[in-house]
T-cell receptor
Framework: GENVEQHPSTLSVQEGDSAVIKCTYSDSASNYFPWYKQELGKGPQLIIDIRSNVGEKKDQRIAVTLNKTAKHFSLHITETQPEDSAVYFC????????????FGKGTKLSVIP | GAGVSQSPSNKVTEKGKDVELRCDPISGHTALYWYRQRLGQGLEFLIY????????KSGLPSDRFSAERTGESVSTLTIQRTQQEDSAVYLC??????????FGAGSRLTVL
């Protein structure tokens, strides 16, 4: 089955700096890659996603890049703010027919004011 | 509109007791998922319902775990004879047939 590795497990950045979280996946048939943000005591919230026919996607301060050949994808957050502090999860799925997601173990991001 | 609603938000039980966790999906969402999140870990798939199709139960960790769904509405996850290792947050998510899941806030289960 699919295996998703996520790094780093913790990340601290100064407010205004950029943060990068990286994930690798094992199943070359995976074609859908969402990122979720989970704040304390809440469920994960989808923040951005990318499909395998696209190499990069951007939404304001957040961007995701995908390298299908290397089977890795990354989340980039620019101009970080304290409210970006949360646990971020990457995931992968084969998409069609089922969005059963395989998740990474998460990255705890702390943005220091 | 209303999001995915889960109850109870917190449940403390004694080892060996049965528990039921409830999920109300977003109206119109045909797909429903249960995931388990152990402390400091990622989300572990448990079960998937899609419309009237047979559910995908491949993630259920043992026969003590079961789930039901009434049509395209409420779902209940039942854990029988709870063990301490069942302590976790149980997350429910729903989606359109081909769309990313939207998660509820979860039910935190503590087995003493």
């Amino acid at each position: 089955g699919e295996n998703v590795e996520q790094h780093p497990s913790t990340l601290s950045v100064q407010e205004g700096d950029s943060a990068v979280i990286k994930c690798t996946y094992s199943d070359s048939a995976s074609n859908y890659f969402p990122w979720y943000k989970q704040e304390l005591g809440k469920g994960p919230q989808l923040i951005i996603d990318i499909r395998s026919n696209v190499g990069e996607k951007k939404d304001q301060r957040i961007a995701v890049t995908l390298n299908k050949t290397a089977k890795h994808f990354s989340l980039h957050i620019t101009e970080t703010q304290p409210e970006d502090s949360a646990v971020y999860f990457c995931a992968a799925s084969k998409g069609a027919g089922s969005y059963q997601l395989t998740f990474g173990k998460g990255t705890k991001l702390s943005v220091i004011p | 509109g209303a999001g995915v609603s889960q109850s109870p938000s917190n449940k403390v039980t004694e080892k060996g007791k049965d528990v039921e966790l409830r999920c109300d999906p977003i109206s119109g969402h045909t797909a429903l998922y249960w995931y388990r999140q152990r402390l400091g870990q990622g989300l572990e798939f448990l079960i998937y319902f899609q419309g009237n199709s047979a559910p995908d139960k491949s993630g259920l960790p043992s026969d003590r775990f079961s789930a039901e769904r009434t049509g395209e509405s409420v779902s209940t996850l039942t854990i029988q004879r709870t063990q301490q290792e069942d302590s976790a947050v149980y997350l429910c998510a729903s989606s359109l047939a081909r769309g990313p899941p939207a998660f509820g806030a979860g039910s935190r289960l503590t087995v003493l």
